[in-house]
């Protein structure tokens, strides 16, 4: 599995869709969603459950949104949650809804299906939010590949070509 370290080569056409287009359709859907669903069993103990679980993804959702805009490291990891979250909420709906069981299962197999392809796409992307320095970046390993001047350890372009560490991972190169 690739890992994308560099947002000027990695392909984000999907994180751009995800981020200004399906989370925050998916809010205002589970919003909707749950708002029918507490209007036709409001004083009905299993309404609660529903009720935390909304307030859980709106709070996720919200702190995902927020930290997609600056790549926060926050924000991968509330994008995690919230896939697991969503998932939960799905069948937990679905149950609570007394759905057929057949249709419950259904919803579990796609949810489970759409968050587990969410979670390899920005599994991919983790080093984006999140700068892992490679082990041994304090070493001067000919970090610098002279070949097409780009990082050993993580892959991403040095700019400027004689820079003396890699401004993603810090590596020390050859100029250091």
Known sequence: MKKHFDRK???LLFHRLYHYVALPLTAIWLALQTFLFMAASFAEPRALPVALLFLTLTGLS???FIGFFKW???SWYTALALFLFQWIYMILVAVLAHFPPLFVAFVALISAAV???LFLYYLKRKPLFIPVPPPFA???LDALDEKNKSC???GAWLMPPDASTCPVCGAKTENA
């Open 152 to 154: 050993k350890f993580c």
């Open 9 to 11: 080569t990695a392909p």
């Open 138 to 140: 304090d070493q001067n």
């Open 62 to 64: 919200a702190a995902t």
């Open 115 to 117: 968050a587990v392809l």
């Open 72 to 74: 926060k490291p926050f």
